[in-house]
């Protein structure tokens, strides 16, 4: 017997659809937003615990998913301990565009396609949507210490509470044959600090407070945060002050002042830098007070008009430029001849930092220095009390990873979640397979890292 078609209802095609589709799309985005967090290790910083290439799920559970259109999370029901693998918000970088949250409003993670803002003070011929592409990046490392601990580094070893790591967790591994005085090297013993602690801005140095400005964004995301310096000669305050001669130590860290020192003084380089070599030349202070202001430098044009979106995307530096700084205020109120120029930008392998590169006794005939203000919604604070827990964070590949040896402490609220298996590994590191390209498709098998699949990431030793 021929069945008559059933007629078409509208009803059982939303109900259809419904089971089909949208609910697991929405069971899908509530685990994505509470419950795991995929990520892709993109470099070799935890080498050779886990890979590049390697995809990982982490648990956001484990130590508190987000609230719902809050900067709040939940509370997890444990927190990071030393040895915890963990993927964290960089805080190296604006949350917000601009550093603004006054400004801009987060309106959704697009995940592989980055976040999206809807700027409310655009300029004209600008869009209200922007594109955040490449930020605010999420980074995985070890968590090497937790509030209370005393660490140091010393030739490129740590030390946890007086007692130096002789073995790397994990399959961890260095790799560098010298050592400097970078910070890679040399760390002097600090606390990591605790719920509680105070910290008074006019006393400490300005690599440290660039630390405590880190830590005071991370916990009040709301807020607008600066940091103010200013050249004071004499009494007479010199924002505009030309160093004839500013010293920079040859280290990764110092790229963003070096490329500037060079291109200001247009200098061609005869030989290869090295690191422990030092640098010089004429340079601004205005350089050093905008950049501490803002925290970093915008990649792309922020006065670009029209499209549909404009895109936004930062590089950041680390405070150990604001150290060199210091260095070289301290030279200015030495002797002449400590200050004089040298015959080449290049001094070559002067391992000393510039703070100490100053003669034994010297002779004040001026007197400069540095004056700070740390201010929240532009009002300035004397002092800051440590409301959240903090971490220290460092790569499995000690000798290439850029971690908190460079830009200081990871508060909790920054923390997203413990790292827990690699759910799938894909060798690709001499480019031969592009997705693009479909008569490269047949190495997908051969790449794939069969024996990493379902690894359990604490247990990889």
């Known amino acids: 017997m021929e069945q ?14 419904a089971r089909e589709i949208v609910v697991p799309i929405v069971l899908a985005l509530i685990v994505i937003q509470y419950v795991i967090q995929a990520f892709q290790i993109p470099s070799g910083s935890m080498e050779d615990s886990l890979l590049t290439g390697d995809f990982l799920l982490g648990l956001k559970f484990t130590y508190g998913s987000p609230i719902p259109f809050t ?7 444990t927190l990071p301990k030393a040895g915890d693998v963990i993927i964290f918000r960089y805080p190296g970088e604006p949350e917000y565009p601009d550093n603004n949250p006054s400004r801009y409003t987060h309106m959704f993670n697009a995940l592989m396609f980055g976040n999206f803002y809807w700027d409310h003070e ?11 592409a490449d930020g605010p990046k999420d980074y995985i490392k070890r ?3 937790v509030s209370g601990d005393t660490l140091a580094v010393h030739e490129g070893k740590l030390y946890i509470n007086g007692t130096r790591q002789d073995v790397l967790p994990g399959k961890g591994k260095w790799t560098s044959p010298y050592r400097t005085k970078s910070p890679r090297d040399e760390r002097e013993t600090f606390v990591i600090p605790s719920v509680g602690d105070t910290f008074d801005v006019e006393s400490l140095p300005l690599e440290k407070l660039w630390w405590l400005r880190s830590i005071v964004l991370q916990e009040n995301p709301n807020d607008h945060v600066e940091l103010d310096i200013s050249l004071w000669q004499d009494g007479v305050e010199v ?41 010089s030349g004429a340079m601004s202070f205005a350089y050093f007070k905008e950049l501490s202001r803002i925290g970093f430098l915008p990649m792309l044009d922020p006065h670009q008009k029209g499209g549909f979106t404009r895109q936004v995307s930062y590089i950041n530096f680390d405070g150990s430029i604001l150290k060199d700084l210091e260095g070289n205020v301290k030279r200015l109120n030495a002797t002449d001849s400590v200050a004089a120029a040298p015959d080449s930008a290049v001094v070559d392998s002067v391992a000393a930092a510039p703070e100490d590169m100053v003669a034994a006794e010297p002779v004040v005939t001026k007197h400069f220095e540095i004056r700070r203000h740390l201010l929240v919604n532009g009002e300035p604070i004397s002092q800051y009390v440590i409301k959240t827990p903090q971490f220290f964070m460092m790569g499995d590949n000690r000798d290439n990873s850029a971690d908190s040896r460079y830009w200081g402490f990871v508060s909790l609220r920054n923390i997203k979640a413990k790292a827990f298996v690699v759910y799938f590994s894909f060798e690709n590191s001499d480019g031969k397979f592009a997705l693009g390209n479909p008569f490269t498709w047949w190495r997908i098998p051969f790449s794939i890292r069969w024996t990493r699949i379902g690894k359990i990431i604490h247990m990889i030793e």
């Open 143 to 145: 968590c090497v210490g």
């Open 71 to 77: 900067n709040q999370k939940f509370p997890g029901y």
């Open 122 to 132: 655009p300029e004209d011929g600008q869009p209200h949507l922007i594109h955040y």
């Open 239 to 279: 924002n505009n002050y030309e160093f004839e001669n500013f010293y920079i130590p040859v280290e990764n860290d110092r790229s963003l002042a070096i490329n500037a020192l060079l291109s200001r003084n247009q200098i061609v380089l005869q030989q290869r830098l090295v690191q422990g070599d030092t640098i």
């Open 4 to 17: 008559t078609p059933s007629k078409f209802s509208i009803k059982k095609f939303l109900k259809s659809f």
